[in-house]
């Protein structure tokens, strides 16, 4: 028969709070009690009942009196939540304002992802000059809301990057990059090539979160730029570790990715990383995450301050245990605040794993179903703006990881292609100045 052991123990202020871990399975239950001594439940019986239970003073009595003679265990002087943490709750909300330093970072991309998308045509295509006609139909794909007379002033503006002149043999125009463009192209390629093994290991880490470790194949290059995965992730690097990774395609019309081979060295997020680090120098050695209430830091915007109620709510719900993305969760219902803490869990642990600790709603949305996210992601979120905030500036949803920002500045800009997108920012800051001197080069040399 599988056993529930008690697993760990630790007092809180509303309640002494027990971890159950269900054998052989990883699965986990919570309970709040005074006094308690657990001796075993069958796991049918846990699933059923003990996550069932309504953890709130005005059922508590009736709940114990119908239930503690179909449990084999004894409970003396029971003394459950006044929250209930399994079952549906509502959850008071924090007035969203905006955010001003992370606007500005939102602002900033606007003027750089739309020169880029033009880029990675040239680098999907392999090709060094193109017919100026197939962008201008494509404009909008790319994001350049603009009309197609506009749209050519608008790639004139960037002649650090792009070069337009009539093709000799058709005598039409086409588009080609500049030297400098090249040159960063071929630097950014050798820095996916060193950074191989890092991606392969991100790459891992992102399906052993994803429900039966797959997903679909397309979805991961999609969002390859927020990863800093090369385009041809999926076709170029993956085939080279048939040992961990397996394309199939099964008669759907995409291919789905799955993981073959699960490491437990790697089922570490970073926050408990973070979290054990903190401890080591505070003096800590052996230093628990799982099961342990492990708060997320919380930033607001200026101006914002949770009222007390919210503020009482947060104050419990951060005393939840941890939930890490690489457990099994299979017996945390939905709409309430143990899954609002996995949610977060989950969500800290992908924006992590971004280079900018930033990625947009909408691309997010397409992992809904592999990550087990809410279906209003946005309006989730929202429910706990003191650890992320959403930017809705440039006509897209960014998803930001408060902590990992000082006001707009990313508190960590290690990754090489941080600063091989500063070279880009530059060549795309200074376009508009270089076509104005040549302008102004031209005309005086007409007087």
């Known amino acids: 028969m ?20 269900i054998f052989p399975k990883e699965t986990f239950v919570y ?4 006094d308690t001594d657990i001796l075993s439940v069958s796991l049918s019986m846990a699933r059923t009942t003990l996550l069932q239970l309504v953890f709130s003073s005005s059922s508590c009595s009736s709940l114990v009196q119908s239930s503690t003679k179909k449990l084999p265990w004894r409970m003396n002087k029971v003394c ?8 549906t709750t509502s959850i008071p909300r924090i007035r969203i304002k905006k955010d001003p330093p992370l606007d500005a970072v939102s602002d900033k991309e606007k003027s750089i992802v739309p020169v880029l998308k033009i880029r990675d045509v040239f ?3 392999k090709k060094e000059s193109m017919p100026f006609r ?3 139909i494509r404009r909008r794909n790319l994001g350049i809301r603009t009309t197609e007379e506009r749209f050519e002033d608008f790639v004139r503006d960037y002649p650090t990057l792009f070069e337009i002149f009539i093709h000799p043999e058709e005598d039409l125009p086409w588009i080609k990059l500049t030297q400098e463009a090249i040159d960063l192209i071929k630097e ?6 060193n950074q191989e093994q890092e991606n392969v290991v991100k790459l891992r880490k992102m399906l052993m979160i994803s429900r039966n470790q797959k997903m679909r194949a397309n979805r991961i290059t999609m969002a390859a730029a927020f990863f800093g995965f090369p385009p041809d ?3 170029r690097v993956v085939p080279k570790y048939p040992d961990l990774f397996e394309l199939s395609q099964n008669g759907k019309p995409y291919e789905t990715l799955e993981l073959l081979l699960w490491d437990e060295n790697l089922a570490e997020t970073e926050f408990e990383k973070t979290a054990k680090a903190n401890a080591l120098e505070s003096g800590f050695k052996d230093f628990e995450t799982r099961g342990y209430p492990l708060k997320f830091e919380t930033r607001y915007s200026p101006g914002v301050v949770p009222k007390q109620k919210a503020f009482a709510y947060l104050d419990k719900w951060q005393k939840l245990p941890y939930i890490s993305p690489y457990m099994d969760t299979e017996g945390i219902l939905d709409h309430t605040p143990l899954a609002d803490r996995r949610m977060v869990a989950v969500l800290h642990e992908v924006l992590s794993l971004t280079l900018e600790k930033k ?15 809410p279906a209003n992601l946005y309006k989730a979120v929202n429910r706990y703006p003191g650890i992320f905030y959403v930017s809705v500036k440039g006509a897209v949803h960014t998803l930001y990881l408060r902590e990992a920002y000082e006001r707009q500045n990313l508190l960590e800009e290690s990754h090489p292609l941080l600063s091989l997108k500063k070279k880009y920012c530059k060549l795309v800051r200074n376009g508009p100045r270089v076509r104005s001197m040549v302008a102004n080069a031209v005309r005086n040399a007409k007087c």
């Open 188 to 193: 950014e390629k050798m820095i996916h090539e």
């Open 80 to 87: 459950f939540f006044s929250v209930c943490f399994n079952t």
């Open 31 to 34: 309970l709040g009690f005074k």
């Open 233 to 235: 992730i999926v076709s």
């Open 134 to 136: 197939f962008f201008t």
């Open 2 to 21: 599988d056993s529930v052991f008690v697993l760990r123990s630790f007092y809180l202020d509303f309640g002494h709070f027990v971890m159950l871990q």
């Open 359 to 373: 990625i947009t709603i909408e691309i997010l949305n397409h992992f809904r179903q592999e990550f087990n996210l």
């Open 123 to 125: 680098l999907h295509f």
